[in-house]
C-alpha cells in the first residue's frame, strides 16, 4: 500500500491514491484503511429517509458531388459530406499520439508523475497543429443517372470494436479514439446517485471511464439505521448510520465496476482546500473510481427550517457548518466550513480531478402551487449551488485545466412524472439500490455499523424514483444549426460560457471551440435563424450576488452581427417571469425560441407555477412583456416551431399528456392552451414544421421507443399519424431532420435511424446532454453530440432512402491532460 497520492489519475498498480493535496500545501496521507473481500451476494428488491448492449453501425450510403462545384451539387444532384474535408482547429504545436482508451489511468498517472517532478500541479492544455484534411473511404459506384461518387466510411467505425484485419481497399486511417472523459458527480447525500444519476452513473463505470463522486453531507438523517417494523427498537446513531450509507454506497459501487459488491477499496484522509479533511475511497480493482466524503452535516428535513445546513450556510442563518463523521471513517479530526470554504473545497476537488464532464442535482427544482413546499429535498438543491459557485470560481481562476461541461438532474419530482426506463433498466436500477440497501443483512463488510442503509429497506425504489432520469437543463436539440451557405454552427456551454464551433460552407476547416464572452450560463442553448440570415442563441444565466437574495435566473440572448459572422453581440437580458428566488427557487425551464411567417420572434418558457409565459419581439427591436399563456402541470421545456403557413405552435408535456397552443395565424398573438389527447409521455418534446404542421417526438414511458405525431393548425389544432418508430429502449431527448432521428439509447451511447422502416443503429460515442441535428441543405443532415471529454463529434447522412450515418469525427484538439 503506498503512502503517498500523486493525483487522482494516477494510481500504483494497487490503486491507492498517490501526491499533492486538495490545496496549496503538500501532505502525507494520516490513515488509510483497506476494504474487505465479498462473502455473498445480495439479492434485490427503497423511500429515501429524506424523502450494455452492443451494436454497429451500417456503412453510411450518400451521394459526395465535385467540392469545386459543392454550394450548387448539395441542392442539385446530391449531398457533399461537410465531414469530408473536416479537420481539427489551428493550433502551434505538433499532434501527440492518441492515448489508449482502455487504460486511461495508467496515462494519466504517467502524466501526473511527470508534472509533480517539474514541481507543477498540473496540466497545461495543448494545442495541436493542423492536422490536414480528415479522410472519408471512398468506394466508386457508376450509377445510371451519373457518375456520382458513393463513400462507405462506417467500416472504420465497425473495425474499432472488431479485430478482423482491414480491408484492403480500405486506405484511410482508423478514427482517432475518442477521449474517454473525466466525470465528478457532486451529490448531497449517499444514495442521491443512485437514485437521480443512474443508470448514466452505470453506463460510465461500464465503460471504464474515470468517475469520482462526492458526497458532501454525511446523510446522518436521525441516525436510526432501520426498516419501519424496528425503527422503534432501534437506538439512534448517527456516526454508525452515516458509516451504514458508506458501506452501502462502496458495496453498490463495486458491484456495478466490477460484479462484487466485495470488492476491496483504499480509504485515505486527504486535506481539502476548505481546511478540513476528506475521506478518499479508491476501488482497488478499478482504481477510476472514485468516492470523495466531505461528511458535512445534513438538514435532517426535506422542507422545513434547518439553520444547520447547507441552506442555512448559504443563506447566512450560520457562519459554518459543522463536520458528521461517520465511524469507521480514517478521518478522525472534526472540522467546520464557511460558505466560502465549501466553496473552495469544491474548487480543490475540481483541481485535483480535472474533470470534463460535471454532474449535479437540479439547483432550482420549484414549489408545488398547493402547498408551496420544495419539490426537492433542500440538500439537494442548496449543494447544487455550491457546485455552481465552485465550478464558476474554478472555470474563472484555474486557466490549466481542460474544457467541462455541466449536467444537472430531477430528484423527488421523478415519481410525480411518467417513468422513463424500460424495464429491463429499471430492473437494474433497482438491483443496485438493493445492494445499497443491505437486503440480506449479511455482513459482508464486516463493520458493527452495518453494511448498507437499512431505513429505505423496505422500498429501495423509493417513490418510483427507480423508474426514470430526467435532465433538468442541457435537453434542447436546436443548438446545431446551418446557415445559407450550408456552413454549420454548433453551440454548447462549456466552463459556463457558450462555445462556439463553425465550419464555413460544405468543406470548410472547422474552428473551436471559441468561448463567447459572458459567464453563468446554465446547461442548454437553443438557435434560430431570424428573417434576415442571422442566427440567435436563446439559454439562460445564473448570477451570485453578495446577499442569497441575489440568486437570480435569467433568460439571456444573443445575435450574430451579419449573416455568417463569427462575431456576435454582448449578451442581452429578457429578464424572468419569476421576480423572487424565494417564491418558485427562480424555477424556469430553458427557452423555447421560433419566427413565425412574418418575420416576428418569441421565446417561450415553463414558470414556476407550471404554466407558459412568453416574451414577443415587436417590429421595432424591443420586446414586449413576459405574457402568461395558461396551462397547468406543465412540465420540462416547451418545444415550438412554424407550421406550413407560418403559424407559431408551441406545446409542453405534462403529467398526462401534451398541450399546445398556436397563432391562429402568423403575426397574431398566441391562442388558448389546447389539449392534444396525445397519450402521457417522458420529457422531453421535440418540435419541427414539416408536411404543412408540426411534427412532435416524444417518448413512450416505460418503454424508451419513440413516439411520433402531426400536429395541423388549420381551424384549431389537431393530431394526426401517431405512430411508434421503436428504438433501444434509451431516455432523454430525441433530435429529428429529415429522415435521420438520434437520441440517448440504453447503454448510454447514442443510437440512430436513419430511414422509415430501417433499424435503429448504435454508436460507440457517450455523450453529455442532448444530440442536435439540422439539415444541411436539401438532401443532407448534419448530427452532432458533445462526449463525455467535452469535446465536439460531428457525421452526416445523405436524407436519403437506406442512408446511414457517416464516422463520427472529432473536431477540434483532445481535451485531455497533455503530455509533456
Not at 496521507?29 to 465479498?38: F, I, K, M, N, R
Not at 452492443?54 to 457533399?80: E, I, K, M, T, W
Not at 408545488?368 to 442548496?382: A, E
Request: proline content about 9%; hydrophobic content about 35%; aromatic content about 8%.
Amino acid at each position: 500500500m503506498s503512502d503517498s497520492w500523486q493525483g487522482p489519475g494516477g494510481w500504483d498498480p494497487q490503486g491507492v491514491p498517490t501526491g499533492s493535496a486538495w490545496g496549496q500545501q503538500s501532505w502525507p496521507p494520516e490513515q488509510t484503511h483497506q476494504g474487505h473481500p465479498q462473502q455473498h451476494a445480495y439479492p434485490h428488491s427503497h423511500p429515501h429517509p429524506h424523502p450494455h448492449p452492443q451494436g454497429h453501425q451500417a456503412p453510411p450510403q450518400a451521394d459526395l458531388a465535385d467540392a469545386s462545384n459543392a454550394a450548387d451539387a448539395v441542392d442539385a444532384a446530391g449531398p457533399v459530406d461537410p465531414l469530408a474535408a473536416a479537420e481539427p482547429a489551428e493550433a502551434d504545436e505538433p499532434a501527440e499520439a492518441p492515448e489508449a482508451p482502455q487504460a486511461p489511468e495508467v496515462a494519466d498517472s504517467r502524466r501526473r508523475a511527470r508534472r509533480l517532478a517539474r514541481g507543477k500541479g498540473g496540466a497545461r492544455p495543448r494545442r495541436r497543429r493542423r492536422a490536414g484534411l480528415l479522410k472519408v473511404v471512398a468506394f466508386g459506384v457508376v450509377t445510371a443517372t451519373g457518375s456520382l461518387l458513393m463513400f462507405r466510411g462506417n467500416e472504420l467505425l465497425d473495425r474499432l470494436g472488431s479485430p478482423t484485419a482491414p480491408d484492403k481497399a480500405v486506405t484511410a486511417p482508423a478514427p482517432e479514439p475518442p477521449d474517454p472523459g473525466r466525470v465528478l458527480q457532486v451529490i448531497a447525500h449517499p444514495d442521491d446517485d443512485l437514485y437521480f444519476m443512474n443508470p448514466d452513473l452505470r453506463y460510465s463505470i461500464s465503460a471504464g471511464r474515470p468517475v469520482t463522486s462526492v458526497y458532501l453531507t454525511s446523510g446522518e438523517a436521525d441516525g436510526i439505521n432501520a426498516g419501519s417494523a424496528k425503527a422503534a427498537t432501534t437506538k439512534a446513531d448517527k456516526p454508525a448510520y452515516a458509516e451504514a450509507r458508506q458501506n452501502g454506497i462502496r458495496a453498490a459501487y463495486a458491484k456495478m465496476a466490477t460484479g462484487d459488491r466485495g470488492s476491496p477499496w483504499t480509504r485515505t484522509v486527504v486535506p481539502t482546500k476548505g481546511g478540513g479533511h476528506a475521506e478518499v475511497d479508491v476501488l482497488v480493482a478499478k482504481p477510476q473510481v472514485n468516492l470523495v466524503w466531505l461528511q458535512l452535516r445534513e438538514a435532517g428535513t426535506v422542507y422545513d427550517s434547518a439553520p444547520d445546513s447547507l441552506h442555512g450556510l448559504w443563506d447566512g442563518k450560520v457562519p459554518h457548518l459543522d463536520s458528521m463523521l461517520a465511524s469507521g471513517s480514517p478521518v478522525q479530526q472534526k472540522f467546520s466550513y464557511t460558505k466560502d470554504q465549501v466553496v473552495q473545497t469544491l474548487v480543490g476537488i475540481l483541481e485535483q480531478y480535472r474533470p470534463t464532464t460535471v454532474r449535479s442535482q437540479d439547483p432550482t427544482p420549484g414549489r408545488y402551487p398547493d402547498t408551496k413546499r420544495y419539490t426537492d429535498h433542500q440538500d439537494h438543491f442548496y449543494g447544487a449551488r455550491f457546485v455552481q459557485m465552485a465550478t464558476a470560481a474554478y472555470a474563472k481562476d484555474v486557466t490549466d485545466r481542460p474544457h467541462f461541461a455541466v449536467q444537472n438532474y430531477s430528484g423527488y419530482i421523478n415519481g410525480s412524472l411518467p417513468s422513463t426506463l424500460d424495464p429491463e433498466e429499471a430492473r437494474e436500477k433497482l438491483d443496485i439500490l438493493g445492494t445499497y440497501a443491505w437486503l440480506d443483512q449479511q455482513n459482508h463488510c464486516n463493520s458493527p455499523a452495518g453494511c448498507g442503509d437499512l431505513k429505505i429497506s423496505d422500498q429501495p425504489g423509493g417513490k418510483r424514483w427507480s423508474d426514470s432520469i430526467n435532465y433538468t437543463r442541457g435537453t434542447s436539440t436546436s443548438w446545431l444549426t446551418s446557415d445559407a451557405e450550408h456552413g454549420l454552427w454548433a453551440f454548447k456551454v462549456l466552463d459556463g460560457q457558450v462555445a462556439l464551433w463553425h465550419r464555413p460552407g460544405l468543406v470548410g476547416r472547422w474552428k473551436g471551440p471559441d468561448l463567447l464572452p459572458g459567464t453563468g450560463m446554465d446547461p442548454g442553448v437553443s438557435t434560430v435563424t431570424l428573417a434576415d440570415g442571422r442566427i440567435a442563441a436563446f439559454g439562460t444565466r445564473t448570477s451570485f450576488g453578495a446577499k442569497p437574495t441575489d440568486y437570480t435566473r435569467e433568460v439571456v440572448y444573443v445575435v450574430q452581427k451579419r449573416p455568417g459572422a463569427e462575431e456576435f453581440t454582448e449578451w442581452q437580458s429578457l429578464g424572468t417571469p419569476e421576480t423572487a428566488d424565494e417564491a418558485w427557487t427562480s424555477d424556469i425551464s430553458a427557452p423555447a425560441v421560433s419566427v413565425d411567417g412574418t418575420g416576428q420572434l418569441a421565446a417561450y418558457v415553463r414558470d414556476g407555477a407550471y404554466g407558459l409565459r412568453g416574451r414577443v419581439q415587436r417590429a421595432d427591436g424591443n420586446w414586449g412583456p413576459w405574457e402568461k399563456y395558461g396551462g397547468t402541470d406543465l412540465h420540462g421545456s416547451p418545444a415550438t416551431a412554424t407550421d406550413g403557413a407560418g403559424r407559431r405552435m408551441v406545446f409542453c408535456a405534462t403529467s398526462k399528456s401534451v398541450v399546445g397552443w398556436a397563432q391562429p395565424k402568423a403575426g397574431a398573438p398566441l391562442g388558448q392552451v389546447t389539449a392534444t389527447g396525445l397519450p402521457d409521455t417522458t420529457l422531453p418534446l421535440t418540435a419541427d414544421g414539416r408536411e404543412g404542421g408540426v411534427r412532435l417526438w416524444f417518448r413512450k414511458p416505460g418503454s424508451g421507443n419513440v413516439r411520433t405525431a402531426l400536429i395541423t393548425g388549420e381551424g384549431g389544432l389537431k393530431v394526426s399519424q401517431m405512430t411508434d418508430l421503436g428504438g433501444l429502449q434509451g431516455f432523454g431527448s430525441v433530435t429529428a431532420s429529415g429522415h435521420v432521428l438520434a437520441g440517448r439509447t440504453a447503454g448510454g451511447q447514442l443510437g440512430s435511424e436513419a430511414g422509415p422502416g430501417q433499424p435503429w443503429e448504435r454508436s460507440p460515442l457517450m455523450f453529455v446532454g442532448a444530440p442536435s441535428s439540422t439539415m444541411t441543405g436539401k438532401s443532407l443532415v448534419s448530427l452532432a453530440v458533445v462526449g463525455l471529454d467535452a469535446r465536439l463529434y460531428v457525421t452526416s447522412s445523405a436524407d436519403a432512402p437506406n442512408a446511414h450515418l457517416a464516422p463520427w469525427q472529432p473536431v477540434g484538439p483532445r481535451n485531455a491532460p497533455a503530455s509533456p
